[in-house]
């Protein structure tokens, strides 16, 4: 005869695996029943073991458990229906289960109906999880009306309130509620502490964070791995990279996390080839890139502009299987719009079967980088006829693609569209965006009075853009009182100076030209040296103004002598009158011809396949005189030439630009 052993539970914890295991019910048979709850087969557990369940009722609790992750709230309803048939309505441990199932259903009225008649039956779990319910739907009111009701409580219930407020991005109150419950006497935990260091994070306090490092220390967690993890990701955020990889490489294991938060914190911080290096490494110790990995690597080759290495990342999305995860898709059409190819995040786009509002708005920002701003518009129509309701972002990338496509009253439509219809209020960068769009257009003064009447506080880019305007209507006056209000705001702004010494320079003003160049000296204010970049053969080559670093300069400048040769023939003129210093002409178109794109291009026609696009990328805007340049280059060398600018980008093929000389 077999003989059964009996399982005898004393201890039963509401987090665990296993819940609530019978004395009256053979091992065995508890196995089975907890295996079919576990697959999410209720109804199967509850007709094989009904008579065990209704014998020993805190059965239920395994039932209730296994409708939480099939979402299936009319079974759970049922089985609170049956608890009460069963006289076991009574019971804490069943309630506090039915009470976390209608929390995590987001049926917050139904769970506060419950808890209003358990009256005795209420402990601190059941306050914690009704705290964590009001939270699920964003009621932060709520939660802590009822964590200051509560007589007493424990770490998990300031764990709660605290996590609540920092993912609600209160991360004041956060903190607040954390130093409070220092006070108290209760020591935090890993959960607590990996918190209090987002909200650090979030608010870039740099010295909080040290302080919660302290914390970290005293109660052993430096080593613990999304502790680690979150310490590393504040100090990072803090801009404290080196603080941050110290604390990485401190550990005496990583996993992905870790790996993930080493790759976004050199993103953040503007280390792209960093980033590239790192990613290489990830996968060299064995980790599997997940999306998290791949939104900041394909940041980094956004910021760089690398499209053979956007491309092999592409090939690992793929082979991962996150190419249908939407976060992804938004990366990689940024990515390859901002390597210059705008048909293959076209491409990206179409073959998303479940785009949302953040991959609509890329593919807007795409098409405007482009200059493209008509299919800008059609695309935002489509996706109102989607009923997708856009955002700032959205209206942002749309405004942008307006002003840089000469589509004025369609720009102002929109500008009105965003308030009226959609109640967004205007950020500065939206008022920017119309600044630019009214300047471009030569509505200088309606563009001043715009930036003086806006509801928020102006910027020194808003007031630099129209000084931009200033300079491609050759409008010397306004431009100097404009260029004061620029420097007021900062006052070492390189920019401002170049473009104020370009405009007095055009007029051929060179006394006031000499006032802007002294005043740059007595201020100590460097120019931003151009600097333009391109990659041949997973090789990044780059190029400074006149660079005799490279090591084929002597060849790229012998090039450029025969090439501005054969432009002269075609009719190509130096713009001489763009060069700010007082010197001879062959001074001047010396320097112009080794203007940084210009070298970049050079090297590109000796060393690239005559049918292959050339991709140049510029830490400034393209000057005038490069922009004739490589119109003329693009139709006797009969090849596509794309630069990307400080702006946008710019396609030349056949001697004319995509931007129809409106840049």
């Known amino acids: 005869m077999l003989r059964l052993r009996y399982c005898h539970v004393d201890y039963f914890r509401f987090s665990s695996s296993l819940r609530y295991l019978s004395t009256n019910v053979a091992c065995e048979s508890a196995s089975d029943f907890t295996n079919l709850c576990s697959k999410g087969l209720a109804k199967q557990a509850f007709h094989r073991f009904h008579p065990q369940i209704w014998a020993d009722p805190p059965l239920f609790s395994h039932l209730i458990q296994s409708c939480i992750p099939q979402n299936s709230p009319f079974l759970g309803k049922q089985l609170h229906s049956l608890v009460i048939t069963s006289g076991s309505s009574k019971d804490r441990f069943i309630s506090n289960h039915l009470l976390n199932m209608y929390c995590k259903f987001g049926n917050l009225e139904a769970a506060l109906s419950l808890y209003n008649v358990m009256l005795w039956k209420k402990n601190i779990m059941s306050c914690n999880i009704l705290i964590k319910g009001h939270l699920q739907v964003g009621d932060l009111e709520g939660a802590r009306n009822l964590f200051d009701e509560m007589p007493a409580r424990n770490v998990a219930t300031w764990n709660a309130v605290v996590a609540g407020y920092i993912q609600s991005e209160f991360n004041e109150e956060g903190l607040w509620l954390f130093r409070k419950m220092h006070v108290s006497g209760f020591t935090p935990d890993d959960f607590t502490l990996s918190s209090v260091l987002r909200g650090c994070a979030g608010l870039k306090a740099l010295f909080v964070g040290r302080q919660v490092h302290s914390c970290v220390m005293k109660c052993g967690f430096e ?3 999304i502790v680690g993890s979150s310490l590393a990701h504040m100090y990072m955020k803090c801009g404290s990279l080196g603080e941050g990889e110290k604390v990485i490489k401190s550990m005496p294991i990583r996993n992905s996390v870790a790996w993930n938060t080493l790759i976004a914190g050199n993103s ?22 997940d999306k998290i990995t791949f939104v900041s690597v394909l940041s980094a080759c956004s910021d760089l502009a690398t499209l053979e290495q956007g491309q092999q990342i592409h090939a690992d999305v793929i082979k991962t299987g996150a190419s249908s995860v939407v976060g992804v898709i938004s990366s990689l059409i940024s990515t390859y719009s901002r390597c210059g190819c705008l048909e293959d995040s076209i491409k990206v786009f179409l073959e998303c079967e479940e785009a949302d509002l953040v991959s609509w708005s890329s593919m807007i920002a795409a098409y405007g980088f482009h ?5 800008a518009v059609k695309l935002f129509e489509q996706m109102e006829q989607q009923e997708l309701e856009p955002n700032e972002v959205t209206f942002l990338s749309l405004l942008y693609a307006c002003s840089h496509s000469g589509l004025k009253n369609k720009g102002l439509e929109f500008f009105n569209l965003m308030t009226e219809k959609y109640g967004i209020k205007p950020s500065v960068q939206h008022y920017t965006c119309i600044v630019d769009l009214l300047g471009r257009s030569g509505c200088l003064d309606e563009a001043e009075a715009m930036i003086r009447s806006m509801p928020v506080k102006e910027d020194a880019i808003v ?23 620029v420097l007021k705001l900062d006052p070492q702004d390189s920019a401002s100076y170049v473009l104020l010494a370009n405009i007095h320079a055009s007029a051929k003003k060179w006394q006031d030209v000499s006032e802007v160049r002294k005043a740059m000296r007595d201020r100590q204010v460097k120019k931003e040296p151009g600097v333009s970049w391109l990659e041949i ?17 002597e060849k790229i400048d012998l090039y450029l002598k025969e090439l501005t040769t054969e432009m002269k023939v075609h009719g190509y003129v130096p713009d001489t009158g763009s060069v700010l210093h007082d010197m001879d002409n062959e001074e001047k178109e010396y320097s112009l011809c080794h203007h940084s794109e210009k070298m970049a291009i050079a090297y590109a ?22 922009h004739v340049a490589i119109k003329i280059i693009s139709e006797i060398k009969n090849r596509k ?19 129809r000389d409106y840049w």
């Open 268 to 289: 953040q911080n503007g280390q792209s080839e960093s980033v590239l290096d790192l990613y290489n490494m990830m996968k060299m110790a064995g980790f599997r890139p």
């Open 641 to 659: 030439i794309i630069v990307r600018d400080a702006s946008r980008f710019h396609h030349f093929k056949d001697g004319k630009c995509s931007c």
């Open 537 to 553: 053969k997973h090789q990044v080559h780059q190029f400074c103004v006149s660079d005799k670093v490279h090591p084929e300069a």
């Open 605 to 626: 026609l000796m060393n690239t396949p005559a049918s292959a696009p050339i991709r140049v990328m510029k830490n400034l805007r393209i000057c005038s005189d490069c």
């Open 223 to 225: 080593f613990h791995l």
């Open 463 to 485: 007031w630099k853009t129209l000084l931009s305007a200033c300079k491609i209507h050759k409008n010397t006056d306004m431009a100097k009182r404009i260029a004061e209000e």
């Open 371 to 375: 200059g493209r701003g008509v299919e």
